[in-house]
């Protein structure tokens, strides 16, 4: 992410400084030194550094700009933090002339500036680590994500991350790779849905079971900030390419594990896709009052919101988290258990009424006349979501059936009656007709948009939601960008 301020420079310098050791051949005695110390630090030894253990601090803030010229690298300063010896600075060098033995086209060499207390002493010392590094840009425009997902939760998850600003790599098993890239229509070579979920990513195809290939992807892991995966729990570990390996060559790196129903529990090795977790959720048990049995929900909410979103603002929080522990951490998302929350004022009620809501029979699910969709005579829905009295007055208005205001608009005995006179009104006008008189009437009442009529809608069109990208038969496609602007994210258009 851009302008994170000192953040990002922490966030610059750490990834330069937590490159596995085997960047740099035979480190000498300083060098292992340094790494030693940068890997308890890395690991959260925060509190865990003696001064005696660490004899290169010693106070010396103005020799550093000189360091950083001798050695003419490209050099991070954090000035206020800057405090080391001559033994330090040798290392400096040492790490220097290692990187510079390695060819390293653009190296970076960096230090950080942090506080530390000893555990001995208890004092604060203000310390400097310095490291070097391949090509790690000292701005840190963009988060680089090692994206492992298929099909529909990951690869959303990782095309909000991209919107935000960052680098996402798509790394496929080998042929046929994301089975969804199958999937009809297509557009040019690849499947329509697989090109809107995975436009603009890097791509890579890895076969994770392969011992060279699994060496790639750990050498990408050592300067990435985020993998996503989307496995059965536990099938990471059999690759080896756990947490646990991931954190060994990366401690900064945070893992973001999307599964159905979570690492743990008796249901977390069981296959399912959004129909059951919704099910397992209880989301299936809201609606479907006169059929014989629920409809299919045609949304995969528990994929897009409990896997997608809940993924992408639970990956924002550790990058947040760790611009002050410096570490990263393991992710778990339930598909399933993330819709709980999104059912909060279902189970308050249900734990006090003691009662189970009725289906397609509460306040919002259809219960109430205030609150639901009219048929009009054309044959189109007309929204009403007149909660509040002011609007359930205006609407009456509207309509002109001024009797209507006195009436109880919540779910009550009569609400069917209500309901009942309301389907009569609509259906004597058409779509066009009720919008244009309620296009100057606040009563929180809309057309139900065919889906047709979206993208053309001028308050879409107005705020610039969709995005064409192309396919590469060179035919275009409209899909939805991410909505938001946050000020000075690198958003791709
Ligand atoms: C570092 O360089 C500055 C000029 O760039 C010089 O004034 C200062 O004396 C140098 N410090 C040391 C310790 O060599
Ligand atoms: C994104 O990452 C890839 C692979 O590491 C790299 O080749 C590319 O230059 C990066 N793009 C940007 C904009 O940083
Ligand atoms: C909560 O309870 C009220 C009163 O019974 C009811 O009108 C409303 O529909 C309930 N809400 C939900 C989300 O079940």
Redesign the pocket.
């Known amino acids: 992410m851009k302008k994170l301020g000192i953040a990002g420079i922490l966030i610059a310098v750490l990834a330069v400084f937590t490159l596995p050791s085997r960047g740099l051949d035979q480190p000498n005695e300083n060098v292992q030194k340094l790494m030693r110390h940068k890997l308890e630090y890395s690991q959260g030894v925060l509190e865990g550094l003696c001064v005696e253990d660490f004899p290169m601090i010693v106070e010396n803030t103005?020799?550093l700009?000189?360091i950083s010229?001798a050695a003419s690298w490209n050099v991070i300063e954090t000035p206020e933090y800057a405090v080391y010896s001559a033994e330090f600075s040798r290392a400096v060098k040492d790490l220097a002339e290692a990187a510079e033995n390695k060819n390293l086209d653009g190296a970076t060499l960096a230090y950080v500036g942090m506080t530390m207390k000893c555990v001995s002493c208890h004092k604060y010392v203000r310390g400097i680590r310095v490291a070097a590094g391949e090509s790690v840009s000292p701005e840190f425009e963009l988060q680089t994500v090692l994206d492992l997902t298929l099909l529909l939760p990951g690869p959303l998850c990782t095309q909000i991350l991209l919107d935000l600003g960052a680098n996402v790599t798509k790394i496929e098993p080998p042929a046929p790779g994301d089975y969804m890239s199958l999937w009809p229509p297509l557009a040019g070579s690849v499947s329509a849905m697989y090109l809107a979920l995975n436009h603009g990513k890097q791509q890579l195809t890895l076969n994770l079971k392969d011992a060279t290939d699994r060496e790639k992807f750990l050498e990408m892991v050592a300067k990435a900030d985020v993998v996503v995966e989307g496995f059965r729990p536990g099938v990471l570990d059999r690759l080896e390419v756990g947490y646990e390996q991931l954190r060994a060559v990366n401690p900064r790196i945070i893992l973001c594990s999307i599964s159905g129903y979570g690492k743990d529990g008796p249901l977390s090795q069981r296959a399912g896709h959004d129909l059951n977790y919704q099910a397992l959720a209880g989301v299936l048990s809201l609606s479907g009052g006169d059929a014989s049995t629920p409809p299919n929900p045609s949304l995969q909410v528990a994929d897009t919101c409990g896997g997608s979103y809940a993924a992408a603002m639970l990956i924002m929080a550790a990058l947040f988290e760790r611009t002050t522990t410096h570490v990263g951490q393991h992710i778990d998302v339930s598909m399933s258990e993330q819709l709980l929350p999104l059912m909060t004022t279902s189970f308050a009620n249900a734990s006090v009424e003691n009662r189970d809501p009725q289906r397609d029979g509460e306040l919002l699910s259809g219960g109430a006349p205030c609150y639901r969709s009219y048929r009009t005579a054309d044959d189109q829905y007309f929204t009403v979501g007149a909660l509040e009295p002011k609007f359930w007055h205006a609407l009456a208005a509207a309509i002109e059936l001024p009797e209507l205001a006195e009436t109880p608009h919540l779910v009550t005995e009569q609400s069917e009656a209500i309901t009942q006179r309301l389907v009569e009104v609509f259906a004597s006008k058409t779509a066009k007709e009720w919008t244009a008189i309620f296009a100057a009437t606040d009563a929180c009442c809309e057309k139900a948009l065919e889906f047709n009529e979206v993208v053309s809608h001028e308050h879409w069109v107005a705020r610039e939601s969709f995005r064409e990208i192309e396919a590469s038969d060179g035919s275009r496609l409209k899909v939805p960008k991410m909505p938001g602007s946050l000020a000075g994210m690198n958003r791709p258009r």
């Open positions: 103005k020799e700009g000189n010229k």
